[in-house]
């Protein structure tokens, strides 16, 4: 069973940086090898939405409009973990962010149906 463990939230100041981490357990590393990593994030009241994805090579990482330019996602296939750092935050960026995968697939999608998967989320709260 596939379980993914986000870490890495918390209370920070507007303009300050952030890096999250999601470790995916129960998968062997070639299976996560050959799977797109996503991130997602939900406000209060808001519905979830995409805010980075990484395909199975790394070099096809895809951003939300809102994050692009201040944000990156990586992988560390080696460890089964994919990271998201945020730079310059602001309040709109307070939300639970959530880790996905999905299993087999060669690039990340912006939707979340094709994900198999999905952390528990960690809270990110932007402070100004």
């Known amino acids: 069973q596939v379980q993914l463990q986000e870490s890495g939230g918390g209370l920070v100041q507007v303009g300050a940086s952030l890096s999250l981490s999601c470790v995916a357990g129960g998968l062997s590393e070639r299976t996560f090898n050959i799977s797109a990593m996503g991130w997602f994030r939900q406000a209060p009241g808001k519905e979830r939405e995409f805010v980075a994805s990484?395909?199975?090579?790394?070099?096809?990482?895809k951003y939300t409009d809102s994050v692009n330019g201040r944000s990156t996602i990586s992988r560390d296939n080696a460890k089964n973990t994919v990271h998201l750092q945020i730079y310059n935050l602001k309040p709109d960026d307070t939300a639970v962010y959530f880790c996905?995968?999905?299993?087999?697939?060669?690039?990340?999608?912006?939707?979340?149906?094709?994900?198999?998967?999905w952390g528990q989320g960690t809270q990110v709260t932007v402070s100004s």
């Open positions: 990484i395909g199975w090579t790394g070099d096809t990482a």
């Open positions: 996905a995968v999905d299993l087999g697939s060669p690039v990340g999608h912006s939707s979340p149906n094709p994900y198999d998967a």
